[in-house]
């Protein structure tokens, strides 16, 4: 990536030495504007002028593009020209579209050995009993049906410390009771995928590390039985996973009393844990970015990539998700994976993906959204190919179905839809006990039990939202710092927040809203 100078006739000597344009690949027909650029600006390096008004984060063609030709950020293809575009123009949906091309999947092609730590770094976490390692000591409560969501909040909510502080005043160490409701559960075909998939994500959450104690309520009558869901993820009742359903408790106050009663039984116990220090190899971190613009491929997502290089160094995990977040860059994966299989793996997800489009009669390119659009992105094409920058370097080492239990060490890809709340909500359910999201447009978002990192991509989204944002990326842009650098910071801060360090979304209370099962399959 290099950061191209360009001058605007009229400016004065300190104004003309300000970097105005990025230029990401030297093949590339176009570089990406850094701040707004009018009319007759000139970028020398490239040799051209500016026609018209480009906003930031957009695209400048730097060369004459017939219509129907390739157009290359990254290096690699994110469209093709709908017309004909003339240096210095403004590329973007008017005259940039989706097409069809070859991709070289060559399977592990460019996978190398694992860089090590020469220090391995550590993080304070909670030990529990089985040696499962927790960033975060929560008592949760799940439903197996929508019918069963407002028993549970009205639960969740007699423990709430900005409300009811008696309720958890004797026990400083539980972060918190927290309702993960959804809208589903019900109507649905008992031995279909979609029961199957809402079941895997129950399951993972109740073993998640971050729950020492775990109340699934239903109602009694629904598809979804709590007994089945227990016996297809192997799991039985004990101190610290109770069940229950609400007709046979006997209406809606009885159940919340005697919820109430189960988790007051549960805090003692929750509370007994102390933290201390653990290798980083016990981190397993969740990829997301959303409101993406088109900064999120030059600074946050590749400043993301630089700390999960660092995280797989020190032995941890990352996944990365959002299958049509990366299609038309699912080939710069595969030459990545460790084995043919892995890469097959890999492309198998995407053919189910367009499969499953084609089904709808919807577009993988329904993705960028309109504030995505309005960011600079063009094409999911483009999006995809600055989304995989969060993945850094690192070979990928596994292909996970949605809310399966990740164990490999090292990155990994879990089939997700691109969704933030749904592909987060399945990261957690196979065990990530950290989320690090990146923003170009602003985010608010958090997911209990798991703290979340949001991360700007640019100083002005910093300026305007920092409230909600954990670190800005910005300086990238202006060169103030680099990649690796912001990278080597975002993993401090990785390490931080596991360890205990609130998170911004955490302090606004994010994250029982965020809960979101993949629904997918017929309802009847």
Same mark, same amino acid.
């Given at each position: 990536?290099?950061?191209?100078?360009?001058?605007?006739?009229?400016?004065?000597?300190?104004?003309?030495?300000?970097?105005?344009?990025?230029?990401?690949?030297?093949?590339?027909?176009?570089?990406?504007?850094?701040?707004?650029?009018?009319?007759?600006?000139?970028?020398?390096?490239?040799?051209?002028?500016?026609?018209?008004?480009?906003?930031?984060?957009?695209?400048?063609?730097?060369?004459?593009?017939?219509?129907?030709?390739?157009?290359?950020?990254?290096?690699?293809?994110?469209?093709?020209?709908?017309?004909?575009?003339?240096?210095?123009?403004? $590329?973007?949906?008017?005259?940039?579209?989706?097409?069809?091309?070859?991709?070289?999947?060559?399977?592990?092609?460019?996978?190398?050995?694992?860089?090590?730590?020469?220090?391995?770094?550590?993080?304070?976490?909670?030990?529990?009993?089985?040696?499962?390692?927790?960033? +975060?000591?929560?008592?949760?409560?799940?439903?197996?049906?929508?019918?069963?969501?407002?028993?549970?909040?009205?639960?969740?909510?007699?423990?709430? +410390?900005?409300?009811?502080?008696?309720?958890?005043?004797?026990?400083?160490?539980?972060?918190?009771?927290?309702?993960?409701?959804?809208?589903?559960?019900?109507?649905?075909?008992?031995?279909?995928?979609?029961?199957?998939?809402?079941?895997?994500?129950?399951?993972?959450?109740?073993?998640?590390?971050?729950?020492?104690?775990?109340?699934?309520?239903?109602?009694?009558?629904?598809?979804?039985?709590?007994?089945?869901?227990?016996?297809?993820?192997?799991?039985?009742?004990?101190?610290?996973?109770?069940?229950?359903?609400?007709?046979?408790?006997?209406?809606?106050? /009885?159940?919340?009393?005697?919820?109430?009663?189960?988790?007051?039984?549960?805090?003692?116990?929750?509370? +007994?844990?102390?933290?201390?220090?653990?290798?980083?190899?016990?981190?397993?971190?969740?990829?997301?970015?959303?409101?993406?613009?088109?900064?999120?491929?030059?600074?946050?997502?590749?400043?993301?990539?630089?700390?999960?290089?660092?995280?797989?160094?020190?032995?941890?995990?990352?996944?990365?998700?959002?299958?049509?977040?990366?299609?038309?860059?699912?080939?710069?994966?595969?030459?990545?994976? $460790?084995?043919?299989?892995?890469?097959? /793996?890999?492309?198998?997800?995407?053919?189910?993906?367009?499969?499953?489009?084609?089904?709808?009669?919807?577009?993988?390119?329904?993705?960028?959204?309109?504030?995505?659009?309005?960011?600079?992105?063009?094409?999911?094409?483009? /999006?995809?190919?600055?989304?995989?920058?969060?993945?850094?370097?690192?070979?990928? $080492?596994?292909?996970?179905?949605?809310?399966?239990?990740?164990?490999?060490?090292?990155?990994?890809?879990?089939?997700?839809?691109?969704?933030?709340?749904?592909?987060?909500?399945?990261?957690?359910?196979?065990?990530?006990?950290?989320?690090?999201?990146?923003?170009?447009?602003?985010?608010?978002?958090?997911?209990?039990?798991?703290?979340?990192? /949001?991360?700007?991509?640019?100083?002005?989204?910093?300026?305007?939202?920092?409230?909600?944002?954990?670190?800005?990326?910005?300086?990238?842009?202006?060169?103030?710092?680099?990649?690796?650098?912001?990278?080597?910071?975002?993993?401090?801060?990785?390490?931080?927040?596991?360890?205990?360090?609130?998170?911004?979304?955490?302090?606004?209370?994010?994250?029982?809203?965020?809960?979101?099962?993949?629904?997918?399959?017929?309802?009847?």
């Amino acid at each position: 990536m290099q950061i191209t100078q360009a001058h605007s006739s009229g400016e004065n000597a300190a104004a003309s030495s300000r970097p105005l344009v990025v230029r990401l690949h030297r093949d590339d027909d176009v570089v990406i504007a850094r701040e707004q650029l009018i009319g007759g600006t000139r970028l020398p390096e490239e040799n051209i002028a500016v026609s018209g008004l480009i906003p930031p984060g957009h695209k400048v063609a730097t060369r004459a593009i017939a219509q129907d030709q390739p157009v290359k950020r990254y290096g690699q293809i994110i469209g093709f020209a709908s017309r004909a575009i003339e240096p210095g123009e403004h $590329v973007h949906i008017h005259n940039l579209a989706m097409g069809e091309f070859d991709r070289d999947y060559a399977f592990c092609a460019d996978a190398r050995p694992t860089p090590r730590a020469d220090t391995p770094a550590t993080f304070d976490g909670i030990v529990r009993a089985d040696g499962r390692i927790a960033t +975060r000591n929560y008592i949760g409560i799940l439903t197996s049906v929508n019918c069963s969501a407002t028993v549970a909040r009205a639960i969740a909510d007699h423990f709430r +410390r900005d409300t009811h502080p008696e309720s958890l005043a004797a026990y400083p160490n539980v972060d918190g009771v927290v309702a993960l409701t959804h809208g589903v559960g019900c109507a649905v075909d008992p031995e279909g995928e979609g029961l199957a998939l809402l079941q895997r994500t129950l399951g993972g959450y109740a073993v998640h590390p971050n729950f020492a104690g775990v109340l699934v309520i239903g109602l009694g009558c629904e598809t979804n039985q709590i007994a089945r869901m227990l016996e297809t993820q192997g799991l039985t009742e004990a101190p610290s996973l109770r069940t229950f359903n609400i007709q046979e408790t006997g209406g809606t106050a /009885k159940t919340i009393a005697h919820g109430i009663e189960i988790v007051e039984g549960m805090l003692a116990a929750a509370n +007994r844990v102390e933290r201390q220090p653990v290798p980083a190899s016990h981190l397993v971190v969740g990829l997301q970015c959303g409101g993406s613009d088109g900064y999120s491929g030059i600074s946050g997502n590749p400043a993301l990539g630089a700390a999960v290089d660092l995280l797989v160094a020190n032995g941890g995990t990352a996944i990365l998700s959002e299958t049509p977040e990366i299609y038309g860059a699912e080939h710069l994966l595969t030459r990545r994976a $460790v084995s043919r299989e892995v890469g097959e /793996k890999l492309v198998a997800r995407i053919h189910w993906w367009e499969d499953y489009c084609a089904r709808n009669r919807a577009a993988m390119n329904n993705n960028p959204s309109a504030g995505n659009k309005a960011g600079g992105l063009t094409t999911v094409l483009e /999006k995809s190919l600055g989304g995989i920058a969060k993945a850094g370097n690192s070979n990928l $080492v596994e292909v996970y179905e949605y809310a399966e239990r990740v164990d490999a060490k090292g990155l990994v890809f879990m089939d997700t839809p691109g969704y933030d709340p749904i592909s987060a909500t399945g990261q957690v359910a196979g065990g990530a006990n950290l989320i690090c999201f990146t923003t170009g447009r602003g985010s608010a978002y958090g997911c209990a039990p798991t703290p979340s990192l /949001k991360i700007a991509t640019n100083d002005a989204l910093w300026n305007r939202q920092q409230e909600d944002i954990d670190l800005n990326c910005g300086p990238i842009l202006s060169c103030e710092k680099s990649i690796e650098q912001m990278g080597a910071e975002l993993f401090q801060l990785m390490l931080d927040a596991a360890s205990g360090k609130r998170t911004r979304s955490e302090i606004h209370g994010y994250g029982q809203n965020e809960f979101v099962p993949w629904q997918i399959g017929a309802i009847t």
